[in-house]
């Protein structure tokens, strides 16, 4: 609430306007007859262009500054500007200040519009009880809309808390899935060298037997090697989700059709894994036809998705935790989003 904003200066602008205006027509219609009126009726609005640094001080002033022209100048037509400046300024107090200092406000903005009508020749003072009235009512929906921008503000920095949580909870997931895979493979290491140590000692006389055992306990450590890698976050005891799971789940879901492109083949059973969590993160969150595509090339396996996503879904939650699976492979995932309708390509590189 601090600082001169954009809407500050064109508010005061109108409000001067409005002042320049009827101190002219009093000037003309030789109701006032000094040229000070002018520069004082202007100094009454001028302190608008304040009101939120010190909201309380600013109508203050432009409640004294009216208190002197009416002494200075005596009876003359001051409705047609001080009105409109006590509406402005009981409407920005309620907008902008807490109760305890906003019921100041307002009955400083009472004292205002009791200092325009008191030596009115337009209006007179008859109307003073409606617009006090009105001038009540604009600081209460000044506050019914300080609260409804307050929730709002505390909303979205709450979504953009959750947002962050749901990132970092991605990241959290691929990272205790990684530091599992790395102690497993620590230990399968170690046990593989010492049964080669081993196997080394008992045919150290027969070269060929030996460089066969390590041929043959180098192959197992691979397999192992890529079983582990493959199970990542699955139980022990579960297979692996895999591409051509892919169908399954979607029906399952009900929420889209899995059309194969290209030349389908095994691929290593982390990089199906992570295909298959891709399509289920965003299945999870995508509406009921979903176009899913999978194209077997060369050297990546391309995952399209489109499709409508229903409202408040956590799409965002949803992509984060695709492209940390994409980037357990060196992959990468291109979103659009708009409208209601998301389009995901993922690749991930094969070999």
Not at 18 to 44: E, I, K, Q, Y
Not at 89 to 103: D, I, N
Not at 185 to 210: F, I, K, N, V, Y
Not at 323 to 342: D, N, P
Request: with cysteine; net charge neutral; charged share 25%.
């Amino acid at each position: 609430m601090r600082g001169v904003r954009p809407f500050d200066i064109v508010l005061t602008g109108f409000l001067l306007v409005l002042a320049f205006l009827l101190a002219w027509m009093n000037l003309a219609d030789g109701t006032a007859r000094s040229w000070l009126v002018l520069p004082v009726f202007l100094a009454t609005a001028l302190p608008v262009l304040w009101w939120r640094r010190a909201p309380i001080l600013a109508v203050g002033i432009s409640t004294a500054v009216m208190l002197a022209h009416d002494l200075l100048f005596g009876e003359m037509v001051r409705c047609g500007a001080g009105l409109p400046l006590a509406f402005a300024y009981a409407f920005l107090l309620g907008l902008g200040s807490e109760r305890r200092k906003g019921l100041v406000g307002v009955a400083l903005t009472i004292v205002l519009a009791f200092a325009v009508l008191v030596f009115d020749t337009a209006a007179g003072f008859e109307p003073f009880p409606l617009v006090a009235v009105i001038l009540v009512v604009l600081w209460g929906i000044g506050q019914v809309a300080r609260s409804r921008s307050a929730l709002g503000d505390e909303l979205r920095r709450r979504n953009a808390e959750l947002a962050e949580l749901r990132d970092r909870r991605a990241a959290l997931e691929v990272a205790d899935d990684r530091q599992r895979v790395s102690q497993q493979l620590e230990t399968l290491l170690d046990a593989r060298l010492g049964q080669l140590e081993d196997a080394a000692r008992s045919t150290q006389d027969d070269p060929r037997a030996t460089l066969q055992h390590i041929e043959d306990g180098s192959r197992r450590t691979l397999a192992d090697m890529r079983e582990i890698v493959g199970t990542l976050h699955e139980p022990a005891l579960a297979p692996a989700p895999s591409v051509a799971q892919m169908g399954a789940l979607l029906e399952r879901s009900g929420r889209g059709v899995l059309t194969v492109n290209g030349d389908p083949r095994e691929l290593p059973a982390s990089l199906e894994l992570s295909a298959y969590r891709i399509v289920e993160h965003l299945a999870d969150v995508l509406a009921d036809e979903t176009a899913v595509t999978v194209h077997f090339r060369a050297d990546e396996l391309e995952i399209a998705i489109a499709g409508a996503y229903a409202k408040g879904a956590d799409l965002r939650g949803a992509l984060a935790r695709a492209r940390e699976r994409a980037r357990l492979h060196a992959g990468s995932i291109e979103a659009k989003v708009g409208r209601g309708h998301a389009r995901v390509l993922a690749r991930l590189p094969v070999g």
